[in-house]
């Protein structure tokens, strides 16, 4: 994976360099756009580089589930930068449709043709490995880039046999759009993450009448589901059973991290077992029926 992102760090800084250039001579806003959108991507990698290193690194009794949570940050920073660059090409792009200026296409097309290759080359590279959303997140960025490059060469062929200068920040506008919309997405998904909220995908719901179903559990209560990574989520849980002994309830908690493990993808479980009925509220302590006999397993697993 690093040497995935350290061979598309540099192949994008040289194409944002040749693209800018020639953006600039060309008089092209829709290449100097794809210098924006592509050095964003630039951004991208070398914040993704930097948080898998950190991820690499093992938890300790200061961070004691780890770094997971350092591609999710660099994932939601670089998107926000992308909303800001998408903004400024909207801006230049609507000016520049007021205010037409001459454009060279045959120069257009021919750095475009090869962002295409390089874009796509890294786009296919980066898809092998892209389960995380730190490395989707330049996954998208990647694709996007493909997608809006090609549309500048078709923009150059259109330029080249009309003479229509419009359609250069017409493409911009476009991009910009391409931009902003893959942004959102990961906004989205890394602010869930970051404010533990429920995983993508996941029900507590579905989980907590799956829970009921196996034999032995009487209630699930205080549910809380949260992802560590983007592709590392917990549970923590109390579970209502008989009075049972520790050696018999032990069954019933290895059913429960089965089915949490390979229904649901959940590795790391804390689970409390109680045998009287009480109400969620600061923990669960308060029993409903015997206020002074509350008792509980305090049964905790974790992975």
Same mark, same amino acid.
């Given at each position: ?6 061979l598309?760090f540099?192949?994008t800084?040289?194409?944002?360099l ?5 953006g ?13 959108? /592509?050095?964003?991507d630039a951004?991208a990698?070398g914040?993704s580089?930097v948080?898998v ?7 300790n ?5 780890g770094?997971?949570?350092a591609? +999710?940050?660099?994932?939601?920073l670089n998107?926000?930068a992308?909303i800001v ?13 007021s205010?037409?200026a001459?454009?060279?296409p045959r120069?257009?097309?021919g ?7 390089m /874009?796509g080359v890294?786009a296919a590279?980066l898809w092998?490995?892209s389960?995380?959303v /730190?490395?989707?997140?330049?996954f998208?960025?990647?694709l996007?880039?493909?997608?809006s490059?090609a549309?500048?060469i +078709? ?16 493409l911009?506008?476009?991009i910009?759009?391409l931009i902003?919309?893959s942004?959102?997405?990961i906004v989205?998904?890394?602010?869930n993450?970051?404010l533990e909220?429920?995983p993508r ?5 579905v989980?907590?009448?799956?829970l ?6 009487e209630d +699930?209560?205080d ?5 560590l990574g983007? /592709?590392?989520?917990?549970l923590a ?7 049972i ?7 019933i908690l290895d ?8 229904r649901f993808?959940i590795?790391?479980?804390?689970v409390q077992?109680e045998? +009287? ?10 029993p409903?029926d015997?206020?002074?006999a509350?008792?509980?397993h305090?049964?905790?697993?974790e992975?």
């Amino acid at each position: 994976m690093k040497k995935v992102l350290r061979l598309s760090f540099l192949a994008t800084i040289a194409y944002v360099l040749l693209t800018f250039f020639a953006g600039l001579r060309a008089h092209s806003l829709a290449l100097v756009s794809e210098a924006g959108h /592509n050095a964003s991507d630039a951004l991208a990698i070398g914040l993704s580089f930097v948080a898998v290193w950190f991820h690499t690194r093992p938890a300790n009794d200061r961070k004691t589930f780890g770094y997971q949570r350092a591609g +999710v940050v660099s994932a939601f920073l670089n998107a926000l930068a992308l909303i800001v660059i998408a903004g400024w090409i909207a801006v230049e792009a609507i000016h520049r449709l007021s205010a037409p200026a001459a454009v060279e296409p045959r120069l257009m097309m021919g750095v475009a043709a090869a962002g295409v290759a390089m /874009n796509g080359v890294i786009a296919a590279m980066l898809w092998r490995v892209s389960h995380d959303v /730190n490395i989707r997140s330049v996954f998208i960025h990647m694709l996007g880039d493909t997608l809006s490059t090609a549309a500048v060469i +078709v923009g150059g062929v259109v330029i080249l046999v009309t003479g229509r200068t419009w359609i250069d920040p017409a493409l911009s506008l476009g991009i910009a759009a391409l931009i902003l919309w893959s942004s959102i997405a990961i906004v989205r998904e890394t602010l869930n993450i970051l404010l533990e909220g429920t995983p993508r995908g996941l029900s507590l719901l579905v989980i907590r009448e799956t829970l009921e179903q196996i034999e032995g559990v009487e209630d +699930v209560h205080d549910l809380h589901v949260w992802s560590l990574g983007s /592709n590392s989520h917990a549970l923590a849980s109390h579970v209502t059973i008989a009075d049972i002994p520790p050696s018999e309830s032990n069954l019933i908690l290895d059913q429960i991290n089965a089915v949490l493990r390979e229904r649901f993808r959940i590795h790391h479980t804390t689970v409390q077992f109680e045998h +009287v009925v009480c109400e969620t509220a600061h923990g669960c302590l308060i029993p409903v029926d015997e206020p002074h006999a509350h008792h509980h397993h305090g049964h905790s697993h974790e992975h």
